[in-house]
């Protein structure tokens, strides 16, 4: 194992390079930066669930006051796309057109109203006629799967670009399994079997900025659109295809940006303002209202997984069987993807050998589900680690005990690796580092759970338990996914960083800048950052799949190597030695003997303007082959009224091992935020929607994420380990810790109080409920 | 549209402002050029859009620019200078509770109205005044920790 | 709700005026928080009740009595024997909301979610308005129903509230029960008792949240009275009695949940009111 002790900037908690200007208010975010005479887009959004659009008047609304113009199906082009952010081409069918004829949840886009106010774009809106032909909606798993359904899709321009199994006619989005060992064999070698149904709702990320794009022609004519996005490259891409204008005639801008947390790895209002820019030849702003945020953004799948599982009064698992059912709402981006990570990400956790998964996504009308943090895995994890207590339970083994005894450990593959990818198979892979046990061990202390007892012993109104689980993630899309980063250097040896990736507010320009700055031995600072921009920066697959630090930190340090070898070179010369005599430190180019230096600002001066000219610099690329997980043993303490269900989480601790933390602060700050909002996650957030299909709930207000006066203690512990793929020992962190708030509750209300919650989020009722059902 | 004009200290200066009555304090001010103070929910929940008013940090969403009429009205524009942010600012940036930033204006003043009532606050102090900024990426854990900082140093310094 | 004009009286004669003049185009304003939530489609002139002298918390030999532009914060900062105020602004949305709204405004401005109306409807008191005299109204009277209290509020300025200030024998329990700390109520209870000699002499209960409008139990109130002042009385009621109330169960709730909740919360109030009557901590 390599030490990260020598490390000078890495792993350090490095000041992050934007904290400063962010917390003065600085003009930074989307909505911050658009010209004062920009027009403003308010959009009529589908009263109706599932109707077709037998005729649309927009003349009257044309004429109103302010009003620039108006889109809908009968003005734009009708080209069929797929708007999740995703490598091209995209193993999701493509399914949407800018506007259509048919609309397929309530929310769904009918017309674009373009004006000079965004009171009169709404009052605009209020002109539109629409004549809808009702059709019957789709709300229900089974619903959508019975035979002779409603079709949501049943237009014939839909089409998948590559060969993965779609079935609209069925209201199938996608379908991937796979089978290791035997399954029904594995069963019966059992001495308890187990068959169980989770349920997981609609959730939405909350980024306090929510969605906001606008648009305008450059003097060229070029559409340069600045965007709350996690995936510019895509987003340009995309734009270029739904409107047929050619790449090369948009630019994508990504300034700071409000949050994202998955939500924004997609392509949901830049069509409209860039048409809507074209069409005007003016500036055009496009901000959602926080209800627009959660009807029409996009949210968390909900899921349906039925899990079985035997087991051997010994502690073997011999086996599981996860279906799963994923509703992907009224569009299919992230169908196929999501529940092949609901496998890829959580069945290698364990040892089993006789495995059968089976996930299908199926299309209602309702909301469209997207990436959100944890993509998947999160979901299954509710289910599955749930079920290992329970099993634990039933062989009267200690719940820790029996996760240690059966958890995946450094040098093990696991044949979902390869099964499950994301529309051709996916990588194999032998686990590298892993310091779970040792997250376990640590974890464990903080919450002393060797003082844990069990729930028989407990009485009172108000009962107190302790609840743990464990989970992987992965670190990027092994073998599709890509990262590039180019460094050059300046007249005062600071060197600009220009990367593709996106910041959208994890630090990832201060961690990727703290990797170039370890490589050239020398400080933070002497960075310029700048992310992301399609005309200045490399491409970059944006950031999502826990990937930024692994996948383009690693094509930073590549790029700083290369750097760094160009100033060695110059050195030597400088110097008079030979390359292999010298060394970087302290920003300068030394003899490794110390005896002899030069600063990089005298090299930068003497390549610039001197002799022999040439800019340092270089632009690098990676691609990984594998995925490394991050491991996490969350535990957590909860207070449950007996009376009336209320369960408060007193105390939460985080262990968890993502390889060397670069940042060790902003790793922490990572696992804090990702705590907290899978805590509201399994408590208080959910869609809740009347009979017609419409989000009841759609404020802030309404929707209850926790403040932080609701939030218990939260305690971080990094365990370290070392990826050796990874830049300087480097393993993901941010979605890795959402997992854990559903199973550890789920555990810590039944350590409580006896009674077991399979469907969530765990609201007062239901956990009464369950408490009423565990008397019995 | 009845224009009408209003004047109200706006960080530490008389300012006049013609205003549409129906236009809330949040408008008026980013219209204005104040855009530290940011859109978030236009409800009243996530507290993106805090401004101290009267010593008060108040939702600029919720409050009409009418009703800051004769007030004393404090954004982030007030607060600190490049290079030396003030003491709040200090202690998020120095916790790393600035992650996406888009609340952390909002938080700043909430904590300033806080701070400048009570130097020293205890837990229970901090959760009431902070209850009305949501955070979505920090877990409000080194926020928490950055307020405790302040009043660490408050305490030390027997500060007010 | 548009605002198409807006008056910033300084004297009480000078709102009162206007409010006349602009009839049922006159919006009366004092923290504004509820604008957001009322649907109007008629324009209105605001008429800004802040700078009017009624922000003050004053202390009488057996009441308080509060302006009704006192905000929220003001309630909750205020300090002083008997009074239990702070324990229903503590729990009110937020600080910012706090900061602003007022009593006045929460009071007049009933939503399904109340927080003071249902304290105050356990307390009692008395509301002193400004119509063209000065004129006094009971709490209980103004509250009797929602058209009571439509008329009651209707082409008047509130100017005080008048609120018990409670003396050795009485106690006060209130729990709004929220699924985050500025989340809407699901179901909110305040209950004031009045103990002699280790009976129970004065009882009343209330509850919002689950109701459009907030409700006293009367029958409940009765069977409590007389009897001893311990936690065992709540034994005396017959919950059943809830059965004739038609609840709105909020948050996707069912309605037996909803049922039960109500009567945890309200043997809570009342286990609370009893415990501070007869000396427990306050």
């Known amino acids: ?776 | 549209m009845n224009k009408k004009t209003i004047s109200f200290t706006l960080n530490g200066e008389s300012r006049e402002f013609d205003i549409d009555p129906n236009e809330r304090l949040l408008g008026l001010l980013r219209r204005n050029g104040f855009k530290g103070t940011k859109y978030g929910c236009l409800e009243g929940t996530c507290g993106a859009c805090t401004v101290i008013m009267d010593g008060k940090a108040v939702d600029s969403c919720l409050v009409f620019a009418f009703q800051a009429h004769g007030r004393n009205v404090v954004t982030i524009e007030g607060l600190g200078d490049a290079g030396t942010p003030h003491e709040i600012q200090q202690a998020l940036i120095e916790e790393g509770a600035v992650q996406c930033g888009y609340c952390t204006p909002g938080m700043v003043l909430s904590a300033k109205a806080m701070f400048d009532e009570t130097p020293t606050p205890d837990d229970e102090t901090i959760r009431l005044h902070m209850d009305g900024n949501l955070c979505r990426c920090t877990g409000y854990e080194k926020i928490w920790s950055a307020m405790k900082k302040v009043s660490a140093k408050h305490e030390r310094g027997g500060k007010r | 709700m548009k605002i198409n004009d807006f008056f910033l009286p300084t004297k009480i004669s000078e709102a009162y005026a206007r409010l006349k003049k602009e009839g049922n185009s006159a919006w009366l304003m004092a923290g504004g928080t509820s604008t957001a939530f009322v649907k109007s489609t008629s324009p209105k002139t605001a008429i800004d009740l802040t700078r009017l002298p009624l922000r003050g918390i004053t202390r009488k030999s057996d009441h308080f009595r509060i302006g009704a532009c006192a905000t929220v914060c003001d309630l909750m900062e205020y300090k002083a024997e008997g009074w239990v105020l702070d324990r229903v602004a503590r729990r009110f949305v937020n600080q910012h909301v706090r900061n602003i709204s007022t009593l006045g405004g929460n009071i007049s401005r009933v939503f399904y979610w109340s927080d003071f109306p249902v304290a105050l409807r356990a307390l009692e008191g008395t509301l002193t308005m400004r119509t063209s005299k000065e004129s006094k109204v009971k709490i209980s009277e103004a509250f009797h129903n929602m058209l009571a209290h439509r008329g009651a509020f209707k082409d008047v300025i509130l100017e005080y509230i008048d609120v018990p200030r409670l003396t050795k024998g009485m106690g006060f329990g209130y729990s709004k029960e929220t699924r985050t700390s500025e989340g809407f109520s699901t179901a909110t209870v305040a209950v004031f008792v009045k103990v002699d000699k280790g009976l129970i002499s004065d009882v009343r209960i209330a509850a919002g949240s689950v109701f459009p409008f907030p409700m006293r139990f009367l029958k409940m109130e009765e069977a409590l009275t007389g009897e001893k002042a311990e936690v065992g009385c709540i034994r005396k009621i017959d919950f059943k009695d809830l059965d004739r109330y038609a609840l709105t169960p909020r948050e996707g709730m069912t309605l037996d949940y909803c049922k039960h909740l109500l009567k945890v919360k309200i043997s809570d109030g009342i286990a609370q009111a009893v415990a501070e009557a007869t000396g427990g901590s306050r």
Not at chain 1, 170 to 181: L, W
Not at chain 1, 202 to 218: K, T
Not at chain 1, 629 to 654: L, N, Q, S, W
């Open chain 1, 1 to 776: 194992m390599t030490s990260v002790d020598k490390m000078k900037v890495v792993h350090h908690s490095v000041r992050k390079v934007d904290a400063e200007a962010l917390s003065r208010g600085k003009h930074l975010f989307t909505g911050d930066l658009t010209p004062a005479d920009a027009l403003h887009i308010k959009m009529l959004w589908s009263p109706h669930a599932h109707a077709r659009i037998k005729s649309i008047d927009v003349r009257a609304a044309e004429k109103m006051p302010g009003v620039r113009c108006v889109l809908y199906h009968g003005n734009v082009p009708k080209i069929p796309h797929c708007t999740a952010g995703q490598g091209y081409p995209e193993p999701s069918p493509y399914d949407t057109l800018m506007f259509d004829t048919k609309v397929r949840y309530v929310g769904d886009r009918v017309a674009a109203v373009v004006a000079e106010t965004p009171e009169q774009a709404l009052d605009a809106v209020g002109a539109i006629k629409v004549d809808y032909e009702v059709l019957k909606p789709v709300f229900d798993y089974d619903e959508a799967l019975r035979d002779g359904a409603p079709i949501i899709h049943d237009e014939k321009e839909s089409y998948v670009p590559i060969p993965i199994p779609y079935e609209p006619q069925k209201n199938i989005v996608a379908k991937i399994g796979m089978e290791a060992g035997d399954f029904a064999k594995g069963m019966k070698e059992a001495d308890f079997t187990f068959d169980q149904v989770f349920e997981t709702p609609y959730a939405q990320h909350c980024p306090i900025e929510g969605y906001i794009s606008w648009a305008q022609l450059n003097p060229y004519g070029r559409i340069v659109i600045t965007t709350s996005t996690q995936v510019p490259f895509h987003t340009r891409r995309i734009v270029a295809r739904a409107l047929d204008v050619p790449v090369q005639k948009i630019r994508v801008i990504k300034p700071r940006i409000g949050g994202g947390f998955g939500c924004k790895q997609e392509m949901l209002l830049e069509d409209v303002v860039a048409l809507a820019a074209l069409r005007t030849g003016r500036p055009v702003l496009w901000a959602l209202t926080r209800a627009e945020v959660f009807r029409s953004g996009r949210t968390r799948h909900p899921m349906r997984i039925r899990v079985r599982y035997g087991v051997k009064k010994n502690g073997d698992i011999t086996a599981i069987g996860l279906d799963l059912i994923n509703n992907t709402g009224a569009y299919g981006g992230h169908g196929l993807t999501v529940m092949s990570c609901a496998g890829s990400k959580v069945l290698p956790l364990y040892h089993v050998n006789n495995i059968h998964f089976d996930a299908k996504s199926i299309y209602t009308n309702l909301p469209v589900g997207g990436a959100y943090r944890g993509f998947g895995a999160t979901q299954a994890y509710f289910a599955v680690e749930s079920m290992i207590d329970v099993m634990a339970d039933k062989i009267g083994m200690d719940p820790l005990a029996f996760r240690k005894r059966n958890h995946i450990v450094s040098g093990e593959s696991h044949p979902a690796f390869e099964a499950l990818g994301e529309g051709k198979p996916g990588a194999p892979m032998t686990i590298g580092s892993c310091a779970l046990d040792g997250c376990i061990d640590k974890g464990a202390a903080e919450i002393g759970w060797s003082k844990r007892t069990p729930p028989g012993s407990k009485t009172g109104r108000y009962r107190r338990g302790i609840g743990m689980s464990i989970h992987m993630q992965g670190s990027s899309v092994p073998e599709i996914d890509m990262g590039a980063a180019s460094l050059k250097i300046n007249d005062d040896g600071s060197f600009n960083l220009n990367v593709g990736a996106t910041d959208l507010g994890t630090g990832s320009d201060t961690v990727l800048a703290q990797i170039a700055a370890e490589e050239l031995a020398t400080t933070t600072d002497k960075f310029i950052v700048y992310s992301s921009d399609t005309d200045m920066t490399p491409f970059d697959k944006g950031a999502y799949a826990s990937s930024t630090t692994y996948l383009t930190g690693e094509a930073v340090r590549k790029a700083a190597a290369k750097v760094k070898s160009q100033l060695i070179r110059v050195g030597a010369e400088i110097l008079r030695k030979k390359p292999e005599e010298l060394d970087v430190d302290d920003a300068h180019v030394v003899t490794k003997d110390g005896s002899a230096k030069v600063s990089y600002k005298d090299i930068a001066l003497r390549t610039l303007y001197e002799t022999e000219q040439f800019q340092i610099a270089a632009i690098e690329s990676h691609v990984t082959h594998k995925s490394p997980p991050p491991f996490a043993a969350h535990f957590v303490e909860v207070e449950v009224d007996m009376e009336t269900g209320k369960v408060r989480v007193i105390k939460y601790v985080a262990a968890v091992d993502c390889g060397t933390a670069i940042n060790p602060q902003l790793s922490e700050g990572q696992t804090e935020g990702a705590v907290l909002n899978g805590i509201s996650y399994a408590l208080t957030e959910e869609y809740r929607f009347d009979g017609m299909g419409k989000m009841m709930n759609a404020s802030f207000t309404g929707y209850n994420i926790l403040t932080m006066r609701d939030k218990p203690e939260i305690k971080t512990i990094l365990v370290p380990s070392y990826e050796e793929t990874g830049p300087f020992g480097a393993k993901s962190v941010s979605e890795i810790s959402i997992n854990g708030g559903m199973p550890a509750i789920a555990n810590a209300i039944y350590n409580a109080t006896g009674a077991r919650v399979y469907r969530a989020p765990f609201t007062q009722e239901r956990v009464w409920r369950a408490i009423q059902e565990s008397k019995k």
